[in-house]
């Protein structure tokens, strides 16, 4: 072959029309048509594309929301079932074959999977009761224990502490009290 020479073109697609082929690789745009925009219409707002929905995540996104409930606290708190019912078996199966291996692996297993089962616990929990939290997972509204709860801690700090106050106010009496009559 020469230097000059090409090799023959091929065409990979031979029985398609070049015409059709260039008009689907270059379509012709259509004008946009004009609209009258009336700003007092809140209809009219459709019209200039507005979307309320433009704001959803696209499908690719939904990934992210998958594993931040794999994380949540809820989940967090499932898997620390599982971990406890595992250390629980470690135990039951120590017990009933009664061997030095099956020992050693419940002593190695239990403590770590108990300790994993009240992490995750707590974490479940926050500072909210076990009732409410357990509530709210379910669906229900429980804010009047939340607010119940929330009031007892609050007086047992202060049966604890003392009022944080009372060193402020002295022997005066309170701001909006009556002045002492003589």
């Known amino acids: 072959m020469n230097d000059r020479e090409q090799p023959k073109r091929r065409e990979l697609m031979p029985d398609t029309d070049p015409e ?18 009336d700003p007092d219409d809140p209809g ?5 594309g507005d979307d309320p929905e433009a704001d959803v995540q696209r499908t690719a996104d939904r990934r992210n929301a998958i594993k931040r409930q794999i994380k949540s606290e809820g989940a967090q708190f499932v898997y620390g079932l599982l971990i406890l019912a595992a250390s629980l078996g470690s ?3 120590a017990a009933t074959i009664r061997t030095a ?3 050693i692996a419940a002593a190695v297993i239990c403590p770590i999977g108990f300790w994993m089962f009240r992490s995750r616990w707590k974490r479940w929990l926050g ?8 509530l709210t997972s379910l669906g229900e509204d429980a804010e009047n224990m939340r607010i119940a709860h ?3 801690q609050r007086k047992k700090y202060v049966n604890a502490i003392g009022d944080l106050y009372e060193h402020s106010r002295g022997d005066q009496p309170p701001p909006n009290a009556p002045p002492p009559q003589d």
């Open 20 to 37: 059709l082929l260039r008009a689907a690789l270059n379509p012709v745009e259509e004008p946009e048509p004009d609209f009258e925009f």
């Open 150 to 152: 929330e009031e007892k």
């Open 91 to 93: 135990i039951a199966l």
């Open 44 to 48: 009219s707002a459709w019209l200039l």
């Open 101 to 103: 291996p099956f020992y």
């Open 127 to 134: 500072s909210a009761p076990y009732c409410y939290q357990l």
